[in-house]
């Protein structure tokens, strides 16, 4: 099998696939959401006194939103 293969004998490139990255961004913002009440809730987590957890969650949901709006942003541009 050769490494080089001129371009007259190479194949064209497929086609690009269409994804929903929406629904992505969208099931981890809510899987911080959800992890966010169950820290809120937990008597546990509350207990530590530490705000890793919370800051944590609240942070995975600002860059979710940050790229929820950059996905809109780009599909916005391609139509």
Not at 33 to 54: H, K, S, Y
Not at 58 to 73: M, N, S, T
Request: charged share 20%; aromatic share 6%; net charge positive.
């Amino acid at each position: 099998m050769p490494l080089f293969l001129p371009p007259s004998k190479a194949k064209p490139p497929p086609p690009p696939l269409t994804t929903d990255d929406r629904r992505a961004v969208l099931v981890g913002l809510g899987v911080w959401v959800l992890l966010l009440v169950v820290a809120l809730v937990v008597p546990e987590v509350r207990a530590t006194g530490e705000g890793r957890w919370l800051g944590s969650c609240i942070a995975g949901i600002v860059l979710g939103l940050i790229g929820l709006a950059y996905v809109h942003r780009r599909e916005r541009r391609s139509r």
